[in-house]
């Protein structure tokens, strides 16, 4: 089946990732630019969505047409073409060496300019054990400046509660993530609870994470202790402590810029499984993305993207051949692999 002929979604309408890669393969085909005339026409919400696909391609500029960009695309078509006549393989193990080149990044978006804010104020009210509650919906970002000019970024859905603020600064996070920018005061320690452990700073930078079964401290700048009900680890700038459900706690040098790209509105992943990419990308948007397949979800891919535009990060995708899409309802697109595979 062909491009003109592949169906996409239960309707056999195309969405607009679809479009744009049907559009960029047969640009003088004029059956093919009518057809997208009418899907274009038959619904305000289609508009949108085109606008986030095509603008995103046009914020490119250049970059799509760096030669290293073009050589990268070129390698990882290779790539993948030689891994599919091997038996038992499904995609290259390498993709991320051929997507990532020269400074050149697989992804879509401005990321100078791609942070993604509330449209109204963070949620700020009393609650039992706590001075106030401040919370962000699925894809929002907002940062509280506190009363001694420490800064609390909050990430998208997390809710952060402010329990004390006398002997010592005391938050808690309740879920999700937040980045914490300490002012300085050796007097009155700032400390924050998540997950049944604490972390304790004078002056510092860091990032607190709780997702369902899992933790994690990463240590920008300065120094925290973080303790726990039979643990207590000191951290040093460049720290990454995390726990998965009862496991022991690991501490990691990681590359902290990426961990914490999300506060200028992108997220950065280095040889992740994509079913692994997905799922973050899916924290940041109501429009969720299911990998249909095993072996696509396991694939291996670098890059970075900008957090909450799904639609722009499935058009990726399927710009590069690695996966085609399926949207099963109005608020989930699922990936298929490749036509051929």
Known sequence: MNDNQRQIGPSGSPD????????????????????????????????????????????????????QVLAAREALKAELA???????????????????????????????QAQRQ??????????????????TPVGGQQTITLQDGSKVTLSTDTEVRLTEWDRRRGLTLVRGE???QVAKNPEKPF??????RTVTALGTAFDVRVDPGRWSVSLVEGKVRVNGAHASV????????????????????RNLADLTSWRDGSLVFENRPLASIVEEMNRYSTRK?????????????????????????????????????????????????????
């Open 16 to 67: 607009a990732a679809s479009w744009f890669v049907r559009l960029q393969r047969h640009p003088g085909d004029m059956d093919v630019r009518r057809e997208f005339e009418t899907w274009l026409a038959a619904d305000p919400a289609h508009g949108d969505d085109w606008a986030s696909v095509n603008g995103a391609w046009g914020r490119l500029g250049a970059l799509k047409d760096d030669p």
């Open 82 to 112: 030689a891994e599919r006549r091997r038996p038992h393989m499904r995609w290259a193990a390498g993709i991320a060496a051929a997507v990532v080149t020269g400074g050149a990044v697989l992804g879509f978006g401005s990321w100078q």
């Open 289 to 341: 993305v299911r990998i249909a397949d095993a072996g696509l979800a396991a694939t291996p891919l670098s890059g970075r993207f900008k957090s909450g535009d799904v639609t722009g990060f499935v058009a990726t995708l399927e710009a590069y051949g690695m996966a085609r899409a399926s949207r099963s309802s109005a608020g989930t697109i699922e990936l298929l692999p490749p036509a051929g595979e």
């Open 234 to 253: 000191e951290m040093t700038p460049g720290h990454h402590l995390v726990q998965t459900g009862d496991a022991p706690w690991r501490l990691e040098q």
């Open 191 to 196: 400390v924050v609870a998540a997950a049944g």
């Open 118 to 135: 509330t449209d109204a104020p963070v949620t700020a009210q009393a609650a039992p054990a706590a001075l106030a509650v401040y919370r």
């Open 178 to 180: 937040a980045y914490f």
